[in-house]
């Protein structure tokens, strides 16, 4: 699929039906047919256009014929099964051109914006970046939320393994995002540099903030990475402490009962013993069990055994 869309300073964003210079082209999921269209009409390179498909394509920079493609990626919503998806925004020599295998919902964010300038493409192209950056912010934010919300649950003695599976799953998206954005502030210090895209000084703003704003949400992620590890090495030491409790309590019960069997032991084996003919030998027996198992509950308890 491919759409193009182009509005100056006083119009609003609308789709043409051919591209003209100021556009921008929003490729989606194309097949070869017009990957080829691309290449021919718009002199984009076929073998770069299948990088930024890829689903595992780093972020990076590349350049050929005039145009800089800029390979990055941006979060998925939290109901897809990866976080992150890689887009191509190719910087051309009258258009800006975005290039992804999944429907790209920053591209609509952005339209709904009314400082949105098609023409203006090194504008675009920045705003293209901030909108990746607040899907970045706003998954971050999303995660420490849910990690704040099982945290509350820290304290309850019972511990359940979907409290470490959530743990672990929030370990994980944190951990794709920082190898995306690590990447990507690295792109914006060289683009930053004017090596591949000269920038007016407004714009070069927009990207020292951009480049700010990338480097807080690495600071950002990294911290809440070591509040979960923190936090789920705090899980692990409580059910580990709740299992010796469980141990201890079944050990001091196998040593009280021993003493029981012990003794009845004894006097069930078929040879004379002391008060075997006292008619109260039973009971006898079974005062001096009790007192032996209350002295040893007390030692343990006094020790704190359990």
């Known amino acids: 699929m491919i759409k193009i869309y182009y509005n100056n300073k006083t119009s609003k964003v609308t789709e043409l039906a051919k591209p003209k210079a100021g556009s921008l082209v929003y490729v989606e999921n194309p097949n070869f047919k017009e990957l080829e269209e691309l290449e021919k009409n718009h002199g984009l390179d076929i073998d770069l256009l299948n990088d930024g498909l890829d689903p595992n394509e780093a972020p990076r920079i590349d350049s050929w014929e005039g145009r800089t493609y800029i390979y990055t990626r941006f979060v998925l919503p939290e109901s897809e099964k990866q976080t992150t998806s890689p887009v191509l925004i190719i910087f051309g020599i009258d258009m800006v051109y975005v290039v992804t295998h999944v429907h790209f919902l920053a591209l609509q964010n952005l339209f709904k914006k009314e400082d949105v300038t098609t023409i203006r493409r090194e504008q675009i192209l920045l705003q293209v970046l901030n909108e990746i950056n607040l899907g970045y912010k706003f998954r971050i934010n999303s995660v420490a939320k849910r990690m704040w919300s099982v945290r509350s649950l820290l304290n309850k003695e019972h511990i359940d393994n979907k409290d470490f599976i959530s743990f672990i799953d929030m370990e994980e998206d944190l951990n794709d995002f920082l190898s995306a954005l690590e990447p990507m502030n690295t792109q914006l210090n060289h683009l930053l540099t004017g090596k591949y895209i000269k920038l007016h000084e407004a714009d070069k703003d927009l990207m020292e903030d951009l480049e700010l704003g990338s480097h807080e949400l690495i600071s950002l992620a990294s911290s809440q990475l070591k509040t979960i590890k923190n936090i789920r090495e705090a899980y692990s030491t409580i059910t580990a402490n709740n299992l010796n409790k469980v141990f201890k309590l079944m050990t001091s019960i196998t040593i009280l009962m021993g003493i029981f069997t012990l ?34 509950t007390y030692f343990f308890k006094k020790n704190k055994w359990f």
């Open 263 to 296: 003794i009845t032991g004894i006097y069930s084996m078929n040879i004379a013993l002391p008060a075997g003919h006292n008619p109260n030998a039973f009971w006898i027996i079974l005062g001096i069990t009790g007192t032996l198992i209350a002295i040893v």
